[in-house]
Every structure is written in C-alpha cells, then in structure tokens.
C-alpha cells in the first residue's frame, strides 16, 4: 500500500516565475491539506481540498492556489515565487477509519534564486 | 506570534532514559494535540494524540500528558531508544487531527548510546 506520494522530490526556479507541486494521497484518503516548511521552522498550514473543494485555509497569500482531482490526487500552484518562497512543501492526506491522523508524504524542496 | 511553542531547540538524553519533550500553547481554541516525529528527508510520521477532554494518553513506551490550564503539553518517552532520535513536533488544531493543524518549531532529541 502506497504512502503519500509527491513530485518532484526537488526544483529550483528564480523569482517571478511560477510553480506546480504535485501529491497523490495514500489510497483510501480523500482529503489532502498542503503545508510550507521553512528552514528551522515547524510546517505551517497553507489549505486544506476536500470533495475537489478547498475546504480550509491558512494565512497564506493568493499566490498560493490548489486544485484536487477526482482521484483525490492535489496540485499546489504558487505564482510569482518570491525568494521566500524556497522551503519544503508537505502534503497530507487524511480519510477512511484513520480520520484523526494526517499522513504526510516525504515533501518537495523548492530553491527560489 | 507563534500559537504552539517547544522552547527546547534540542534535548540530549541517555539510552534507557526517560525522555520529555514540552510544549505550550496560547490558542484557547484548540482542542485536539498531536506529536509527530521527523527522521531527515522523510515526511512527519504521527506518533500519539491527545483530545482535550483527556489529561493523558498512552500508546506503548509513548505517554502525552495534557494541562490544560496551564496550556501545556509533554511527551514523554520512555524507556528512550536510539532509533528515537529525530525532531519532535508538537501540533494543535480546534477541529481534531484532520483539521489544518499549528505546529511548533520542533526539538531536536538524541538519544545517547
């Protein structure tokens, strides 16, 4: 049984330009929230897309837009990257009988130049 | 202004020992806290919960203990193994453990053979 699976691992891209991140959720999971990890920080919560819906969202910037597909799988799209941009973007997945329990996959590391 | 905070970057403990890790909380709201436990370039993996009707849970060498009137929590691991040295993170939600969840910036334990 496959855990939380993302793509890519890593990427770098310069300022100005935009970014997708991709996550497919562990089978059986319908909800997947994304998070930002900053270097020396805890991760912080940026939304949350259930039902191809985003359901909940945290104090993050328009820039930052999802999507999630009918296979529950979940696109983070960051627009305009700034150099504070670059820091490791987790995604989580939650659903079936584990419902208080976020799996989280092994993340992507962006570098903004 | 940080909501959970785990004021001890790093903890070095003996194996056999027994570890605690803290954390403190501002947000009245939360109402659900959780740990999760970091090995390098791997995703946070769940490790125990604690609802905010209950003042301990147990699973194993894993005990949360909860104040809420001190807004506290610990973790406390016992007997302490080498396989646990990793970062310690403390997270909090108002909507159980499937909400977007507050975390803190983590501690760092080793496990000291």
């Known amino acids: 049984d496959a855990g939380v699976t993302q793509s890519p691992t890593h990427l770098i891209k310069t300022r100005g330009q935009q970014v997708t991140l991709r996550c497919s959720p562990k089978?059986?999971?319908?909800?997947v929230s994304w998070y930002q990890q900053a270097l020396g920080q805890g991760p912080q919560f940026i939304f949350q897309y259930y039902e191809e819906e985003e359901r909940q969202r945290g104090n993050f910037p328009d820039r930052f837009s999802g999507h999630q597909f009918p296979n529950y799988s979940s696109e983070l799209n960051v627009n305009a990257l700034l150099l504070g941009d670059s820091a490791l973007y987790l995604c989580?997945?939650?659903?079936?009988?584990?419902?208080?329990?976020?799996?989280f996959g092994p993340g992507t590391r962006l570098t903004v130049l | 202004d940080q909501q959970v905070k785990q004021n001890s970057p790093s903890l070095s403990v003996q194996e056999g020992r027994i570890s605690i890790l803290n954390c403190d909380y501002t947000n009245s709201m939360f109402d659900y806290f959780l740990w999760y436990k970091k090995y390098p370039a791997e995703g946070p993996t769940f490790l125990i919960s604690i609802s905010s009707i209950k003042d301990k849970n147990e699973d194993g060498r894993f005990t949360v203990f909860l104040n809420k009137s001190a807004k506290h929590l610990s973790l406390h691991i016992v007997p302490s193994q080498p396989g646990d040295s990793a970062v310690y993170f403390c997270a909090a939600s108002n909507g159980g453990g499937a909400d977007g969840l507050t975390f803190g910036k983590g501690t760092h334990l080793i496990i000291q053979p």
């Open positions: 989580a997945s939650v659903g079936g009988s584990s419902y208080n329990e976020q799996f």
């Open positions: 089978s059986g999971h319908d909800t």
